[in-house]
């Protein structure tokens, strides 16, 4: 019998539904994936920003990452906001001896524009998990902390891709364009070449869980089996039409809608 792709994320919470795991999961299971989750902070949030958090001792962090790959198969797997330099560090020893795909959105700062990783685990992230990554999937503002570079242009785009992956050692880099103004075009280098992703923006406030709908999403198309390429072209598809037949909901950024790519109940909502 033919197993079902199995995928894990591992990150922050989202009481209001719309980010961190409660995003990755919705996605997971959309696109017909088992999901899992390892979670690293509790945030208490919503649609308008960040009112608190509470992180996850690390011991635990470990006991949650050990209890999921001990009994459980793991074909992908993503991280979202790890907070703090002793979890990434608990979580690279874990990671050493997993063999899956790996996702990294490098969550810093939330859309509402709160901080959501301490300052002393960028540089960790940057140095010594980026280069354990199949995939990084920086916003323009992620990307420029990596780099160090400005990012205002297309052609900027390109360059922080292929410094990310070149001098950084990713495995490959999606620089996604979400904050840039015109059309909404990602650029992904796999270490050869550059490829673009493009769609018209829509005119939507309803962003709050974009990057982590995205990233989960090609977490669970690289779980399937699809190529690198692929799983960004679909996930792009998935996130687009997520923003596309958003909600409305709450009084900031409302979330993305995970049932927009389902016919039955994408017409519905048309
Ligand atoms: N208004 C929009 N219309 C269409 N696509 C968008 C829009 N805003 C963001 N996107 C797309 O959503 C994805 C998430 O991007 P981005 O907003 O840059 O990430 P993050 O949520 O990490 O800040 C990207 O593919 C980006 O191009
Ligand atoms: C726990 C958690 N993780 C990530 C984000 C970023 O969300 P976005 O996708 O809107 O940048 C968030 N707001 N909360």
Redesign the pocket.
């Known amino acids: 019998m033919k197993q079902i792709p199995c995928a894990l994320t591992i990150a922050g919470t989202d009481p209001s539904g719309g980010a961190g795991v409660q995003a990755d999961l919705k996605t997971f299971q959309e696109l017909k994936v088992y999901g899992m989750s390892a979670i690293t902070s509790i945030v208490a949030q919503n649609t308008t920003g960040v009112r608190d958090v509470h992180h996850i001792p690390v011991e635990m962090i470990r006991q949650q990452l050990q209890s999921v790959s001990e009994d459980m198969p793991i074909h992908a797997l993503k991280t979202g906001m790890i907070a703090q330099k002793n979890m990434m560090e608990a979580f690279k020893e874990w990671l050493e001896k997993v063999d899956a795909f790996y996702v990294m959105?490098p969550v810093m700062v939330a859309?509402s524009g709160d901080p959501l990783i301490e300052s002393e685990s960028r540089e960790y992230l940057k140095k010594q998990l980026l280069p354990l990554t199949t995939l990084v999937t920086p916003?323009?503002p992620e990307a420029e902390h990596l780099t160090g570079e400005t990012i205002e242009t297309e052609e900027d785009m390109k360059m922080a891709a292929k410094h990310i992956v070149t001098d950084l050692g990713a495995g490959a880099a999606l620089v996604?364009?979400?904050?840039l103004n015109g059309k909404?075009?990602?650029y992904l280098f796999d270490g050869s070449r550059i490829q673009s992703?493009e769609?018209?923006?829509?005119d939507?406030a309803n962003?709050h869980g974009?990057?982590c709908t995205?990233s989960a999403a090609i977490t669970a198309n690289l779980s399937r089996g699809h190529s690198l390429g692929k799983a960004v072209e679909e996930a792009?598809y998935y996130?687009?039409e997520a923003?596309r037949y958003s909600f409305d909901l709450g009084k900031g950024n409302g979330p993305t809608n995970h049932f927009a790519v389902r016919e039955e109940v994408f017409n519905k909502w048309l």
């Open positions: 959105d859309q916003n323009i996604k364009g979400g904050h909404a075009i990602d992703f769609t018209e923006r829509i939507s962003t974009t990057g995205y792009k996130v687009t923003i």
